[in-house]
Nanobody, 122 residues
Framework: QVQLVESGGGLVQAGGSLRLSCAFS????????MGWFRQAPGKEREFVVA????????DYADSVKGRFTISRDNAKNTVYLQMNSLKPEDTAVYYC???????????????WGQGTQVTVSS
């Protein structure tokens, strides 16, 4: 059974930075595409970015381009999301998820973490 656990969320001032981590428990981390999603209060969950085993990624969501960076360490079974120049509209619960294919469609992601809260104050 695959389990994902996010960490690194918290409260930060606008313009600040956070680094989220997602730990993957399972046999075949390198075979999965790892994605980040987020859900703001009162809104549906949205795709942020995803990465394959080599570290290559999808395009970033337009709302985060130039500010967020995904990376992964296959030796540690961990994927990261570095978030810089944070804005109040980035406030959301952030989720990591695992898929067998490169996609932005959340319906293709097989395993999900419980999420970590990011709050950005103005």
């Amino acid at each position: 059974q695959v389990q994902l656990v996010e960490s690194g969320g918290g409260l930060v001032q606008a313009g600040g930075s956070l680094r989220l981590s997602c730990a993957f428990s399972g046999r075949t981390f390198r075979t999965y595409v790892m994605g980040w999603f987020r859900q703001a209060p009162g809104k549906e969950r949205e795709f942020v970015v995803a990465s394959i085993w080599s570290g290559g990624s999808t395009d970033y969501a337009d709302s985060v381009k130039g500010r967020f960076t995904i990376s992964r360490d296959n030796a540690k079974n961990t994927v990261y999301l570095q978030m810089n120049s944070l804005k109040p509209e980035d406030t959301a619960v952030y989720y990591c998820a695992a898929s067998r294919m490169m996609t932005m469609d959340e319906r293709s992601y097989l395993y999900w973490g419980q999420g970590t809260q990011v709050t950005v104050s103005s």
